[in-house]
């Protein structure tokens, strides 16, 4: 069993260093049995992957992962290896396509086993400094993960992040992670995409649509009629001279519709249990 004081201590050192930068090592940290837990966060916090070849920083993310599952701190595991060393002001080890975990995850670094643990550890609320390396950043996490495990093909996880997606407060962190379910067609993020339906957010409201389109049930069909037929938003589009007023999420939520109306008569969309 973990000591419950870890997490905090992830979430308390994560926020020290967005709030006062660290001074850089120059040197790789060396990661082993002996590394206290603790210090784990500090160590690979205040590396500097510019200083050092691009082996040696695939050599210490496998050391780090290794000790923090050692360690049992899911959260400190995952956290870390996903964003890592800050690579200088412009964060360059973290992508937004996921190729850095890609990459980790290629060179040997145990990724899937880290995420399977945080997500199985955690209490699934809102998201804060356990994934994202900044608690004010968890979209830009989010979103390299998101698209990494799409890349790598992790369907497996499609269950526990629908809890995970709807235990969170922030609708873009939502619509981020219903990129995951959409790219292979699960139906577990059709209550994720009912939910965004009615946000105030004009683009939310689109990508919902577009997202039932793909993975929603006859279920969902009498909210998202009620969206292509009354939705407000608007803009104006100029068609052979002359400006037209268009309703780009109605017409988004029409072509759901049709789609949802097709599906009732074709076999029920895959979930993860039976998409294996």
């Known amino acids: 069993m973990r000591s419950s004081s870890l997490p905090l201590l ?33 160590a690979w916090r205040d590396f500097d992957a510019r200083q050092v070849s691009r082996a040696t920083y695939w050599r210490s993310a ?57 997500l199985a550890a955690r209490d699934l609320r809102p998201l804060g400094a356990s994934i994202a390396y900044c608690p004010h950043e968890p979209y830009r996490s989010v979103r390299e993960t998101t698209r990494w495990l799409v890349r ?17 407060h922030d609708p873009y962190v939502q619509a981020t992670l219903l990129e995951y379910f959409v790219a292979f067609d699960l139906a577990e993020g059709e209550p994720l995409a009912r939910r965004l339906l009615t946000h105030p957010d004009p683009t939310l409201r689109a990508r919902a649509c577009a997202a039932i389109a793909r993975v929603g049930s006859p279920a969902a069909l009498p909210d998202v009629r009620a969206v292509a037929t009354a939705d407000a938003h608007s803009r104006l589009r100029r068609v052979d001279g002359v400006e037209q007023e268009v309703y780009p999420v109605r017409a988004l939520c029409a072509a759901a519709a049709e789609a949802l109306v097709a599906r009732a008569v074709a076999p029920p969309r895959p979930s993860v249990a039976t998409a294996r």
């Open 10 to 42: 992830a979430v308390a050192l994560a926020a020290t260093a967005c709030a006062h930068p660290p001074p850089r090592r120059s040197t790789p940290p060396g990661f082993d049995a002996r590394t206290p837990c603790a210090r784990l966060a500090v």
């Open 62 to 118: 496998r050391a780090f992962v290794d000790r923090a599952l050692t360690c049992q701190d899911p959260e400190l595991v995952f956290a870390g290896s996903m964003i890592g060393p800050t690579c200088g002001d412009d964060r360059a080890c973290a992508t937004a396509d996921g190729s850095h975990l890609a990459r980790l995850a290629r060179d040997g670094v145990p990724l899937k086993a880290a995420f399977a643990a945080w």
């Open 152 to 168: 790598a093909g992790h369907r497996e996880f499609a269950r526990p992040l629908a809890t995970l997606a709807l235990a969170q």
